[in-house]
């Protein structure tokens, strides 16, 4: 089992920068696949960034490549995504998720969750 708990969202102007944390319990964190999805208001959850167990891969959706970063620190069981550029349509809960299997952009695949941290971007 792996239990997640996110940090770091808040308001920010547009052009701005968040780093969003996700900490991650469980001596097993490694060898779990991560990923950051996010939900707007009325819309439904979208994949935002993943990376395998280990770092040397990763995927973004096209709405945030070249503005986010997503990588992991597997000794201190913490994922972080990094958020440059930020616009108001990057408002959302975001949240991060750990799979058993390759790293997807798959909503299903994910079996961890946790509760959501929310990032507003003002214009």
């Known amino acids: 089992q792996v239990q997640l708990a996110e940090s770091g969202g808040g308001l920010v102007q547009a052009g701005g920068s968040l780093r969003l944390s996700c900490a991650a319990s469980g001596r097993t964190f490694s060898s779990y696949s991560m990923a950051w999805f996010r939900q707007a208001p009325g819309k439904e959850r979208e994949f935002v960034a993943a990376i395998s167990w280990g770092g040397a891969r990763t995927d973004y959706a096209d709405s945030v490549k070249g503005r986010f970063t997503i990588s992991r620190d597997n000794a201190k069981n913490t994922v972080y995504l990094q958020m440059n550029s930020l616009k108001p349509e990057d408002t959302a809960v975001y949240s991060c998720?750990?799979?058993?299997?390759?790293?997807?952009?798959?909503?299903?695949?994910?079996?961890?969750w946790g509760q959501g941290t929310q990032v507003t971007v003002s214009s």
């Open positions: 998720a750990a799979t058993s299997v390759n790293f997807s952009r798959l909503v299903a695949l994910y079996n961890y």
